[in-house]
């Protein structure tokens, strides 16, 4: 096994922060609603500790604006894997799992796959990445701050929609100052106040 295969952070000195781009469709509601919390990344340095964020493409991928963003999630689980055409390997666990096997139905099922199978999982990886064998690594994450930003929105994640700068939409403007009195009544109350004082004095 080698470096980038560990499953800790003991030599991190301080985790990273990294956007990650989510394109497969499927998985995409899942993810936003707090409901699927796995990932597989190939070619990642990430590991547990580390906080990711998700976000997507309004159009073509890395030439139009994000169409969403999540908020930053804690990755509590990094395990090293080798994805072969038709198994994926686990060298710390020095395990194999192949296509038909229910552990590897259950990860794609994890993973938010559609149909749940190991075939299409290994599929998917395979037409995201290529087909050659691919060093990788299975992330999980603690999805509580989608699931409290969705309960602060009422289920609705548009509002995390940023604008085309990548910033969140504007704050709303300020209140409008009220118009001036007309100066019809702004004599009015000038009279008034005279009226006052003169009593006044007549009485002292």
């Known amino acids: 096994m080698d470096k980038s295969e560990r499953r800790d952070t003991m030599n991190r000195q301080k985790p990273i922060r990294k956007y990650l781009p989510l394109t497969y469709e499927p998985k995409i509601n899942g993810v936003l ?25 309004s159009g073509k991928p890395y030439k139009s604006p994000w169409s969403f963003r999540t908020p930053y999630l804690e990755i509590n689980w990094a395990e090293p894997i080798r994805i072969h055409k038709d198994f994926i390997y686990y060298p710390w666990e020095k395990k194999k799992f192949k296509i038909g096997d229910s552990e590897l139905n259950y990860l794609a099922a994890l993973d938010g796959i559609q149909p749940a199978t190991g075939e299409e999982l290994l599929r998917i ?28 929105l009422g289920g609705n994640m548009e509002i995390l929609k940023p604008s085309p700068s990548r910033d969140l939409p504007p704050p709303p403007p300020p209140p409008a100052i009220p118009a001036p009195a007309p100066a019809e009544k702004l004599y009015t109350t000038f009279l008034q106040i005279g009226d006052i004082k003169n009593s006044r004095q007549s009485t002292l």
């Open 125 to 152: 990886l395979h037409e995201y990445h290529g087909p050659e064998t691919l060093k990788g690594k299975i992330i999980r994450w603690n999805p509580a701050p989608i699931i409290k930003q969705n309960e602060m």
């Open 33 to 57: 609603n707090g409901s699927i919390f796995q990932s597989i990344r190939v070619d990642t340095i990430l590991e547990i500790g580390d906080l990711i964020a998700f976000h997507g493409w």
